[in-house]
């Protein structure tokens, strides 16, 4: 059993970089979701999926993209990486938009 | 934004101690569930809520739905250092997003 599965498990980045982290869930579950986790802070989402070429906007989308074109993969894009994005991001999906089923996480750092 | 307050943000307790941890809010949720995160790993769910006045038990863990449905808590009984970690509390789906807590992290100690 797979899961949610996250790569890379670190990285880090130079202010500026580019990079996509991916997730792929084997659970055929319609509803994804990414969130960063930042000390304290609790896990805030920053985009969600309802499906396969659904994509809306969470409350911290700055600085991110995403995109849905399969059920299993939904990619996180940050482009012109900033300090301010060092952080823990997970990745989660669910069956039902209700029971959520994250993955390992990928800790990010940009210096 | 809604926001959820946990606490107390930390706890420190011996084995064989009961506790009980409080997620608050001033926002109105359809369900809350609860999270219990390691180190290094994702989340987990333990249990989700949905009913006002709601009590859910998994084994020495209870949870409770406050009655206006804007708060809960969890209680464990006799914890065990198997408990260590960060507990969450999410409330939602509003719009499909769901709130977490910052959490309290709970260290057991043998």
């Known amino acids: 059993n797979a899961g949610v599965t996250q790569t890379p498990k670190f990285r880090i980045l130079k202010i500026g970089q580019s990079m996509t982290l991916q997730c792929t869930q084997d659970m055929n579950h319609n509803y994804m979701y990414w969130y960063r986790q930042d000390p304290g802070m609790g896990l805030k989402l920053i985009y969600y999926s309802v499906g396969a070429g659904i994509t809306d906007k969470g409350e911290v989308p700055n600085g991110y993209n995403v995109s849905r074109s399969t059920t299993e993969d939904f990619p996180l894009r940050l482009e012109l990486a900033a300090p301010s994005q060092t952080s823990v991001y997970f990745c989660a999906s669910s069956s039902n938009g209700l029971e959520q089923y994250f993955g390992p996480g990928t800790r990010l750092t940009v210096t | 934004t809604q926001l959820l307050e946990q606490s107390p943000q930390f706890l420190s307790i011996q084995e064989g101690e009961n506790l009980t941890v409080y997620c608050n809010s001033s926002s109105v949720f359809s369900s809350l569930q609860w999270y219990r995160q390691e180190p290094g790993e994702g989340p987990v769910l333990l249990v989700t809520?949905?009913?006002?006045?709601e009590v859910k038990k998994l084994k020495r863990l209870t949870f409770q739905f406050g009655d206006a449905r804007k708060d809960s808590s969890l209680h464990i009984t006799a914890a065990q250092p198997g408990d260590t970690g960060l507990y969450l509390c999410?409330?939602?789906?509003?719009?499909?997003?769901?709130?977490f807590g910052t959490g309290t992290s709970l260290t057991v100690i043998p």
């Open positions: 809520v949905v009913t006002g006045g």
């Open positions: 999410a409330g939602g789906p509003s719009g499909n997003q769901f709130y």
